[in-house]
């Protein structure tokens, strides 16, 4: 009987198979590799590209600001503006009512009383004068009172000068009157 020897086919056969899972193992190792070197090279330009975003976001945030920063200046400017023409305005409007007061204070003096010196400080419009006797005094207050230019007014004082004239002085607030409804 013959005899066959299989062993040396065998040996072959496991080290061929020997062979080739060293290199699958060699082949999953390098691939796995460049899957890790992917997947970290992939998530190294999303941070790149955020950091690029967060970058231009941040040069845009600082125009937006520069350019809130013109705003506020601009409405602060607008402001002053409006400020100025409102006070232009107030002046322009309030000009005629200084005529009007010396022609009122014309108008509400009675015989007998003559002004000596007018002030106004602000509102208000202090009266130094002579007057024949003091009842022209109530008279010149009672008229102040009751006209459209003028508020109540306050006596300061009231002396008399020599036999025949009183010397008094008072002050009486300057408004402006309503306008009537029609």
């Known amino acids: 009987m013959a005899t066959i020897n299989l ?53 845009e945030t600082a125009k937006l600001d520069k350019q809130i920063a013109q705003i ?35 108008r509400v003096l009675p015989d007998g009383v003559h002004y000596s010196s007018l002030t106004r400080t602000g509102a208000n419009v202090s009266i130094t004068g002579m007057a024949a006797d003091k009842l022209d005094v109530s008279t010149l207050m009672r008229n102040l009172d009751q006209s459209l230019w003028f508020g109540e007014p306050s006596l300061s004082s009231v002396g008399q000068v020599q036999e025949d004239s009183n010397s008094f002085n008072l002050n009486v607030p300057v408004v402006l009157p309503k306008p009537e409804a029609n």
């Open 72 to 106: 506020k200046e601009l409405k602060a400017k607008k402001e002053a503006l409006l400020q100025r023409l409102n006070t232009i305005q107030n002046l322009q409007s309030s000009r005629p009512v200084i005529v009007r007061n010396f022609d009122e204070l014309v």
């Open 7 to 59: 062993r040396p086919w065998r040996e072959e056969l496991a080290q061929e198979r020997q062979k080739q899972f060293s290199m699958n193992l060699l082949g999953a190792a390098v691939f796995a590799g460049l899957i890790v070197f992917a997947v970290g090279f992939y998530f190294d330009e999303m941070k790149n590209r955020q950091l690029e975003r967060n970058n231009y976001l941040k040069a």
